[in-house]
Every structure is written in C-alpha cells, then in structure tokens.
C-alpha cells in the first residue's frame, strides 16, 4: 500500500448527541463527523478546538492512496496489525475513496518506519489545489 502523511495535527473531539458541527471544525484539511443517538465525534485541526471541549489529539494523518474498490478486503488489516505488533494505537475512518488511519504525533514517525518494513511505501501528501 501508498500511504500520504498529511502535515496538520488533528483532533477527535467529542460532542454531545444531536450536537450541531460547530463553525470551528471545519476549518481543516481533514474534517470529520460521525453521529450516532449517544455522541457526535467531530475529527478536525487541533488549532480550532475550543480549550473546553473534551478531546485526544495531536493525531497526525495518513492516507491510503486510493480509490480503493468496495470490493477489497483486508486494506485495514494489512495495515493495522504491524501497528498493533509495535503496539502504536490508532483512530480510523474511512470516505467513499480511502481510509484514514490517525496516529498519535508523538508515534507517526515510529508509525511510518513500522509500515515502510512492512513493505509500504510513506511519502508526504502532495498538497490539492481546490477545485
């Protein structure tokens, strides 16, 4: 697998149930919102969290080159289990394209040299100019 390692540290904050995605998060490169009926989880730039909100952070971000057919299976596996051998945690979400796989800052460097024996390849993201 390619993975793209994106320079802004990132935050997973939690919200109540219900709660509107407040203006703040979404102000990043990657902008997440999962809601469920017990929590909204709102993944966005750490330097837009409120000093009050109840968060994890700094995460950085990596990428899996995509799009990735529906139809794969074990994309995650393949990349997971090498992390949970060198016991790194790890927060992951997935778009229609790719997955995402957020890593603690102070672990992404450990991460990547995990990944690269593993035979993958880690490169900086190359920047998306907006459409």
């Known amino acids: ?32 919102v999962v809601a469920t009926a017990t929590e909204t989880s709102v993944v966005c730039a750490t330097r837009s969290v409120p000093t009050k909100a109840r968060s994890q952070g700094p995460f950085t971000a990596f990428c899996v080159e995509g799009p990735l057919d529906f139809a794969l299976t074990g994309v995650l596996a393949q990349l997971l289990t090498p992390l949970a051998e060198a016991e790194i945690s790890v927060f992951t979400l997935s778009t229609f394209d790719t997955d995402w796989i957020l890593i603690p800052t102070d672990k992404a460097d450990d ?21």
């Open 111 to 131: 991460a990547a040299e995990v990944w690269r024996r593993s035979g993958h390849t880690v490169a900086p993201a190359v920047p998306v100019e907006p459409s």
């Open 1 to 32: 697998m390619n993975l793209a390692q994106y320079p802004e540290k990132l935050a997973v904050v939690r919200l109540g149930p219900g709660a509107e995605v407040p203006a703040w998060a979404e102000s990043s490169s990657v902008f997440s």
